[in-house]
């Protein structure tokens, strides 16, 4: 059974440390856990290293992360304009838009 975690609507440098230590806590007590970034508005950059840095632990730890929706207007609007949606791989596409890049 997974868990979901919600970052809420703010996910940025003032608040990172919290996410962080609320993300790992839950991928070391759940085999899986579900990311729930659809009410975020106010992100940063430290959001898409926070995600990325939490992925690379689940695979490492043999953990299921996925998130419970597509990324909403606001993280895929910061995720191009970090430059992840550039040239993305396979895996960008399937973790952060259930696989469709959205236009």
């Known amino acids: ?7 809420g609507p703010v996910a940025n440098m ?3 440390t919290t996410a962080w230590s609320n993300m790992t806590e839950s991928l070391e007590a759940h085999a899986a856990m579900v990311l729930d970034l659809s009410d975020l508005v106010d992100i940063d950059l430290s959001l898409v290293q926070l995600v990325e840095t939490a992925r690379q632990h689940a695979l490492r730890d043999s953990r299921a992360l996925r998130l419970s929706a597509p990324a909403n207007p ?6 191009r304009r970090a430059g992840f949606l550039t040239d993305p791989s ?11 890049l959205p236009q």
């Open 1 to 7: 059974m997974s868990f979901t975690l919600s970052l």
């Open 90 to 100: 396979t895996e960008t596409l399937d973790f952060w838009f259930h696989g469709e």
């Open 14 to 16: 003032q608040t990172i």
């Open 74 to 79: 606001a993280v895929t609007a910061l995720l």
